[in-house]
């Protein structure tokens, strides 16, 4: 029953490869995000999405795209894998707006 | 972006003793949040601040929101080796909670 649960956990790449990540949670929350960390484990936000819609794009590559089929799931497709996009990428929820995120146990993309 | 200058970077520190870290923004933040990343696992929120001056504990863990609003301390008292991890402070980029900043993180090594 876990709240934020994401998968794979670890995915090993060639470069210019195409990935996704799937994140679901059962937390009843309407606002879901993507975060990148560094090696250096610098949190960094990718995206944000409330109620299906997305809110914050931070200047993120055109070759990542996330989606959001239901407020309830959020995935992330890579295409054209490059060397840098190797990161730990963590999917949360909150409800609303209160800065309160629950967080996935992580997904580790290493490019080779 | 805002700026989140979190110190120290790291300590290392004996069960038992008490410890302190503390975040700085370059602009007013009207949340603070401090966060803990265990090895392997996403980050879990500790403590929400919502009001200036506002001072919380959760069990031997207490945090302020300074009353410039431009800063917050976590403290922890007693540690134990469990309290091991990385710290992370994080407010609202730009007053937007959808889009959260977060501090370099203080890593804390606790020795038996």
């Known amino acids: 029953d876990t709240a934020v649960s994401q998968t794979p956990k670890y995915l090993v790449t060639q470069m210019g490869n195409d990935k996704s990540i799937k994140c679901e949670q059962n937390?009843?929350?309407?606002?879901m995000y993507w975060y990148k960390q560094d090696s250096k484990k610098f949190l960094k936000i990718m995206f944000s999405?409330?109620?299906?819609?997305?809110?914050i794009n931070e200047t993120v590559p055109n070759r990542f795209s996330p989606k959001s089929p239901d407020k309830a799931h959020l995935n992330l497709h890579i295409n054209s894998l490059e060397l840098g996009d190797s990161a730990v990428y963590f999917c949360?929820?909150?409800?609303?707006?209160?800065?309160?995120?629950?967080f996935g146990e992580g997904s580790r993309l290493t490019v080779l | 972006g805002q700026q989140l200058n979190q110190s120290p970077q790291s300590m290392f520190i004996q069960e038992g003793e008490d410890v302190s870290m503390n975040c700085t923004s370059s602009?007013?933040?009207?949340?603070w949040l401090w966060y803990k990343q265990d090895p392997g696992e996403g980050p879990v929120l500790l403590i929400a601040?919502?009001?200036?001056?506002e001072l919380t504990s959760n069990g031997r863990l207490t945090a302020q929101f300074g009353i410039t609003r431009k800063d917050s301390f976590l403290n922890i008292s007693a540690s134990i080796p469990s309290d091991v991890g990385i710290y992370f402070c994080?407010?609202?980029?730009?007053?937007?909670?959808?889009?959260?900043?977060f501090g370099k993180g203080t890593l804390l090594t606790v020795n038996p």
């Open positions: 937390l009843g929350h309407d606002t």
């Open positions: 999405y409330n109620n299906k819609e997305l809110i």
């Open positions: 602009s007013i933040f009207n949340t």
């Open positions: 601040l919502y009001k200036a001056g």
């Open positions: 949360a929820s909150s409800r609303g707006t209160t800065g309160e995120l629950f």
């Open positions: 994080a407010g609202p980029e730009g007053g937007s909670n959808y889009k959260l900043t």
